[in-house]
């Protein structure tokens, strides 16, 4: 029996115009009729984790949120604010490092500033300068993006707390070439993953989406055997893996695709075919 469902946002639940899809609302509104926890677990920051339900107070105060890539986990809404259940920054060092990668290849990134406290989160997203990939980015999740040429300087004079993760952008003719350089150089000091389809995020080692959901889980009083997950994203593959039942959306790319078939991961049908509420429908609700 289902407990606890998990779920992506962009292109799982979210169009790339930023809308909800299908029958996606109804689903996770079900989901709380039967007493099912749900949690948002995505590489989106924490305001914009909590955007795409923000007409649904009952959904949005309810909801365990997984930001960063679970880098930063909160739980659901209460008197005006979310515990920090877990939180696993950047290592100074691999901070220096990536800093150094990025800047001595002259690649387009974005540096996420963010600061928990007393249930109350403050966030900045910063480009090194602008870009079709940060404008893409920008429109994709809705986001403020401030631009500033002098970001590594800062960033090397420690002027921000260490980040949840960095953003490099190098496009979608060279992200691969640009992952195993860096791969190569940085090894198991920083965690990669594809985002998007010209994305790379650099996060600790011991980030991914599976820490997430077994942080929430253990909040939440739920068996990680008990909880769902549904992703279409490389990112997503560790939480699928993790969860009882893990669902791969079939718009996900064909890398992801193979990776899920050899973890045993079932495919749901496609964002724009309703997938989503589909898989809760088989899973969590008709049953």
């Not at 949005?60 to 008197?79: D, F, I, Q």
């Not at 800093?99 to 974005?110: I, K, M, T």
């Not at 980030?207 to 959901?213: D, E, F, M, R």
Request: charged share 25%; proline share 3%; with cysteine.
């Amino acid at each position: 029996m289902i407990r606890l469902v998990a779920y992506d946002l962009d292109g799982t639940v979210m169009s790339d115009t930023n809308q909800i899809v299908g029958e996606a609302v109804s689903a996770i509104r079900a989901l709380l009729d039967r007493g099912i926890a749900i949690a948002s677990i995505s590489g989106r920051n924490v305001e914009k984790s909590q955007e795409p339900f923000s007409a649904e107070p009952e959904i949005l105060l309810n909801t365990y949120l997984g930001c960063y890539n679970g880098a930063v986990v909160l739980g659901p809404a209460k008197e005006g604010g979310r515990s920090l259940l877990h939180e696993q920054r950047m290592a100074a060092s691999a901070l220096e490092g990536a800093v150094a990668f990025v800047d001595s290849r002259g690649l387009n990134f974005v540096f996420c500033s963010c600061r928990v406290g007393d249930g109350a989160v403050q966030e900045e997203y910063i480009a090194d300068r602008d870009s079709e990939s940060v404008r893409k980015l920008a429109a994709l999740a809705g986001l403020e993006m401030v631009v500033d040429g002098a970001i590594v300087k800062r960033i090397r004079e420690r002027e921000f707390e260490r980040p949840p993760k960095l953003l490099i952008l190098p496009g979608p003719d060279t992200r691969e070439q640009v992952l195993s350089e860096m791969q190569a150089q940085m090894g198991d000091t920083v965690y990669l993953a594809r985002t998007g389809d010209d994305r790379i995020e650099v996060m600790h080692p011991e980030v991914n989406k599976a820490v997430a959901l077994r942080a929430i889980c253990r909040e939440a009083g739920v068996e990680p055997e008990a909880s769902m997950a549904i992703g279409d994203g490389d990112n997503d593959l560790p939480m699928l893996g993790a969860a009882g039942t893990g669902v791969l959306m079939a718009n996900a790319d064909e890398g992801t695709r193979k990776a899920a078939a050899r973890m045993g991961v079932e495919v749901t049908a496609s964002l724009e075919a309703d997938g989503f509420s589909d898989a809760l429908h088989r899973h969590a609700l008709d049953i």
